[in-house]
């Protein structure tokens, strides 16, 4: 697992998270309230089994997968990329008012907890 964190350097602050082979170990991607703008999934690698990106509105040590109800789940079939943005008419992203975390796992839910057995790159863009 390789996880890289970028200032992309725009006025807005935008930062760009990417884990190369994210799994059932939570990532902290922001300690505090963020303003998620888009998550772009790579399942490519899993041909035939989905993955299933989970998003917590908490600080990843407040998280026990397969306890704590995620927020946000996004589906990735498998041998697909994924990217999905947060963008609702005038309004650009989705505020996580306490923190942002995320982990990938092989079933969508509470309940999942097992990693995908490739890796899964997942992008997370925010503010």
Do not use: R, W
């Amino acid at each position: 697992m390789s996880i890289t964190q970028i200032d992309v350097g725009t006025p807005t602050n935008q930062y760009l998270f990417q884990d190369s082979a994210m799994g059932n170990s939570v990532d902290g991607i922001k300690s505090s309230s963020a303003l998620l703008l888009f998550v772009k999934v790579d399942n490519s690698q899993n041909i035939s089994a989905p993955s299933y990106v989970k998003l917590f509105n908490l600080s990843n040590l407040s998280v026990t997968l397969g306890a704590t109800p995620p927020d946000e789940i996004i589906y990735a079939p498998g041998g697909s990329v994924v990217t999905h943005e947060y963008f609702t008419g005038a309004v650009v992203g989705v505020t996580f008012n306490t923190a942002l975390s995320a982990a990938c796992v092989t079933q969508g839910g509470t309940a999942g907890t097992v990693s995908p057995a490739s890796p899964v790159v997942v992008t997370v863009s925010y503010v």
